[in-house]
């Protein structure tokens, strides 16, 4: 008798038996189903943390790749700087950018009559600093020179990319072969290899002028991928880079049908993106669900394809596309971090967090340190909640054990440490309450729990902010004191007691704790 002939008579005698049962039937032992809690934990504030609990593999996904300011903000020092702090507190490999062909760089021009001109000086060294860095650039083809452009249309970005399709299909192509050879010839087939490049940006919105947009979008995509493997098979090329995890089913249908070049597929969601623009629909979904929503309908999108393995990579996330204070400067990030990678986890190869820094300037120069921006390090080079947010969940193991808790991630490290991040989420600007968990030990001789805290009394600028006055510019010394105000201090270590840890989490509180 078969397998799956055993499995359907073991499925019928449960069907007999309670939902619950069945769930945790369907969840362990048929293939691509959703695991489910097989029974609803009765006290959810107590977590039963068992390591001997099934696990799987917890890449850390969510850090491995950052979106930054476009491309020339790469030469400043203090972008730079903020670089380097993030590679030291996360698993970086990866940044994105916009522009690279944008007129600062100073790439393309025409002579007089017409015929190309290339300048690689400033790409060179964007490159060349990322790489020094020990980080690789995810490669976003875009934008349009204004010489190889059919039009002279710019976005409304205060740097005024020009959004045009090129007025001459080889000559885009040709731009970009030469851009593909110069990478390899000044940096090796080898290291270029382990790049990605990524067709322009989200060219379903106002990002892109192609009348109309989609068909015309297919046009830039074929000629560039082609472009790409024309240089060398090895190169990764990508797309379709579009918001609100659009075009996903089409844009694979489409490479499918006409040979086109395909190695992954990219696209993008925040936090407070509407229901009606994502699913079509008018459901109201909550900022804490929508990014991980939005990674299920591509992933099975995905899966659905005649190309159900390509790597899904979520070329922007965050909680909010606005410039939103309360959530993107505040502890909020902190809970929401966690939750997202919770719910994602499986579903994607990585996320990009928008952005690692705020030298950024699609809105203009920055005009005071905290005004919402999407980085993790306001100007000055003051980290954010946000910043701590990513230091703290770095350390998560990488297995992850099965825990039956929304609230909490349950990881092992290489050399068997417990490391378990619990949360008290809540709504941006909501009050909330104080959440109280116990944590319940099981198959573990671990005696103490080290115990790192984001919240407002821990990690958070904002405390010392407002006693300085809230300065639209800071002094050199007020810099200084909310660089240690921001600081995470050293984690508490806590005896634990009858394998019990009881722990206190205050509205928008992270902890993650290891467990020794």
């Known amino acids: 008798m078969d397998d799956s002939w055993q499995a359907f008579q073991m499925l019928r005698c449960l069907m007999r038996k309670s939902y619950s049962v069945l769930a945790f039937f369907i969840a362990t032992l048929l293939p691509g189903v959703p695991k489910v809690n097989a029974q609803a934990n009765p ?21 491995k790749m950052f979106g930054s300011g476009r491309a ?21 490999e990866y940044v994105r950018f916009h522009a690279i062909f944008h007129d600062e760089i100073g790439l393309y021009d025409e002579d007089n009559q017409g015929h190309p001109t290339y300048n690689f000086s400033y790409v060179d060294q964007i490159y060349d600093g990322l790489l020094a860095n020990r980080v690789r650039p995810f490669v976003e083809l875009s934008f349009m020179p ?35 050879k110069h990478l390899i010839d000044r940096y090796g087939i080898d290291e270029v290899a382990q790049w990605y490049f990524e067709v322009w940006n989200e060219p379903n919105l106002d990002f892109w002028a192609g009348d109309p947009r989609q068909s015309t979008y297919w046009d830039l995509y074929d000629h560039a991928a082609r472009a ?3 240089v060398n098979p090895r190169l990764r090329i990508g797309g379709p880079a579009t918001a ?3 075009w996903v089913d089409v844009f694979i249908k489409h490479c499918v049908e006409n040979n086109v070049p395909l190695d992954f597929v990219s696209t993008h969601v925040y936090g407070n993106d509407r229901a009606q623009d994502v699913f079509g629909t008018d459901e109201n979904i909550p900022r804490d669900q929508m990014v991980c929503r939005a990674v299920t309908k591509v992933h099975k999108q995905i899966e659905a394809s005649s190309m159900a ?55 203009g120069i920055v005009k005071t340190p905290f005004y919402g921006g999407y980085g993790l390090i306001a100007a000055g080079g003051i980290p954010k909640p946000a910043y701590n947010a990513f230091k703290l969940l770095h350390r998560l193991g990488n297995q992850r054990l099965a825990l039956d808790s929304d609230s909490a991630l349950l990881t092992r490290r290489d050399d068997g440490t417990l490391v378990i991040a619990v949360w008290n989420y809540a709504p941006p600007g909501d009050a909330g309450s104080p959440k109280t968990l116990t944590l319940r030990l099981k198959n573990t001789n671990a005696r103490h729990a080290s115990i790192a805290r984001l919240d407002r009394d821990h990690g958070d600028f904002h405390s010392a902010y407002e006693k300085m006055g809230s ?6 010394a007020q810099i200084q004191d909310l660089q240690r105000a921001t600081g995470l201090p050293d984690p508490e270590d806590r ?22």
Request: hydrophobic share 40%.
């Open 43 to 63: 006290n959810p504030d107590v977590i039963v943390v068992d390591a001997s609990a099934s696990s799987h593999p917890f890449p850390h996904f969510w850090e």
């Open 228 to 230: 790409i493997k024309g």
């Open 244 to 246: 609100q995890a659009a």
């Open 72 to 92: 020339v903000l790469s030469l400043r020092d203090s972008y730079r700087q903020d670089l380097r702090e993030v590679k030291q507190a996360t698993d970086l």
């Open 309 to 363: 393995h390509l790597p899904l990579i979520w070329s922007e996330f965050n909680a909010s596309y606005m410039n939103e204070s309360n959530v993107t400067d505040s502890i909020y990030m902190g809970p929401w971090l966690a939750d997202t990678i919770r719910q994602c986890d499986g579903l994607v190869s990585v996320m990009s967090y928008w952005t690692f820094s705020d030298v950024f300037e699609e809105q």
């Open 495 to 516: 005896k634990l007691k009858n394998g019990e840890l009881t722990i206190t989490l205050p509205t928008h509180g992270l902890a993650v704790i290891e467990l020794k």
């Open 471 to 476: 300065p639209r510019y800071p002094t050199q």
């Open 146 to 180: 204004q010489k190889l452009a059919a039009h002279n249309i710019l976005h409304t970005f205060w740097y005024k990319p020009n959004i045009s399709p090129p007025k001459d299909w080889t000559k885009w192509e040709d731009l970009i072969a030469v851009f593909t």
